[in-house]
């Protein structure tokens, strides 16, 4: 099982640093569109189409690894209320559900996947693409993501602990 984890950590490390130079690229074709405009030249018809897409792949790329450094927002009020041990249970089955969830949603965008996969569709807009390739990140992230939560119960680590408090970070 270690191996597994192991393996889905470095793949996470992997995708958040693939949404990292997509962020780069949308400021490069940010500055470029604006220059371009304030130019009086024509911008790249292609510049805000891609950027919607970018964005939405920095979400679903950088996901898996927010939750291994615990970056997503949580908010402790209930479980700092508790008794050690009961804000352990609690906390193991907030992530465990967390992982069900995750599972879910990564068969669900899965299918998605696989039916744009196999239709053929295309996405028409400012250029044209393969529907497939906006769902790809889906089902690959929400696997690792929930991979990530559960982890935690496993492992008896916390994903509700402070990031002084955790094995995640950088």
């Given at each position: 099982?270690?191996?597994?984890?192991?393996?889905?950590?470095?793949?996470?490390?992997?995708?958040?640093?693939?949404?990292?130079?997509?962020?780069?690229?949308?400021?490069?074709?940010?500055?470029?569109?604006?220059?371009?405009?304030?130019?009086?030249?024509?911008?790249?018809?292609?510049?805000?189409?891609?950027?919607?897409?970018?964005?939405?792949?920095?979400?679903?790329?950088?996901?898996?690894?927010?939750?291994?450094?615990?970056?997503?927002?949580?908010?402790?009020?209930?479980?700092?209320?508790?008794?050690?041990?009961?804000?352990?249970?609690?906390?193991?089955?907030?992530?465990?559900?967390?992982?069900?969830?995750?599972?879910?949603?990564?068969?669900?965008?899965?299918?998605?996947?696989?039916?744009?996969?196999?239709?053929?569709?295309?996405?028409?807009?400012?250029?044209?693409?393969?529907?497939?390739?906006?769902?790809?990140?889906?089902?690959v992230s929400f696997v690792l993501a929930?991979?990530?939560?559960?982890?935690?119960?496993?492992?008896?680590?916390?994903?509700?602990?402070?990031?002084?408090?955790?094995?995640?970070?950088?």
């Amino acid at each position: 099982m270690g191996l597994i984890f192991k393996s889905a950590e470095v793949l996470s490390r992997i995708l958040f640093f693939a949404s990292m130079g997509l962020v780069a690229a949308i400021f490069v074709i940010v500055v470029y569109d604006v220059g371009t405009r304030n130019m009086g030249l024509r911008p790249p018809y292609w510049g805000v189409n891609t950027v919607e897409y970018a964005l939405f792949w920095i979400a679903m790329l950088s996901m898996p690894d927010l939750v291994r450094t615990r970056g997503h927002v949580s908010v402790g009020v209930v479980l700092a209320a508790l008794s050690p041990p009961a804000r352990s249970r609690l906390s193991a089955g907030i992530s465990l559900f967390a992982a069900g969830l995750c599972v879910f949603m990564a068969w669900q965008t899965g299918l998605k996947f696989v039916e744009a996969w196999t239709s053929g569709n295309y996405e028409v807009r400012a250029f044209d693409m393969p529907e497939w390739i906006i769902y790809l990140p889906m089902p690959v992230s929400f696997v690792l993501a929930g991979l990530m939560f559960l982890r935690y119960p496993l492992t008896g680590t916390s994903y509700h602990a402070g990031p002084a408090e955790s094995a995640g970070g950088l």
